[in-house]
């Protein structure tokens, strides 16, 4: 126990949209959302996070900024970019 370290952060996640990121995308229509991706269990409410299960959070995976992301909706394809990626240290 006594050579645990807690990593909070990984410098692997740098420029991609991984877990605990801060995400803004916009639309077609130039829409624009800011979020972060996290667990569940970590939304309490707050309109500003979505959980990594969702459909948004899964289309955006991986993805860098200027990159496509087409979401699965109940009416059909939505297609939004990655503006800006930022993990907050």
């Known amino acids: 126990m006594e050579n645990l ?7 692997q996640q740098e420029g991609k949209v991984f877990f605990g990121a801060w995400v803004e995308i916009e639309n077609d229509d130039g829409d624009t959302l800011k979020f972060r991706i996290v667990g569940y269990d970590e939304i309490f409410g707050r309109k500003d996070y979505i959980s990594i299960d969702s459909p948004m959070a ?6 860098e900024v200027g990159d496509l992301a087409v979401v699965n909706t109940p009416v059909g394809e939505a297609n939004w970019y990655v503006n800006a990626i930022e993990y907050v240290k």
């Open 5 to 11: 370290k807690i990593v909070d952060y990984s410098p």
């Open 58 to 63: 899964r289309a955006l995976l991986k993805k």
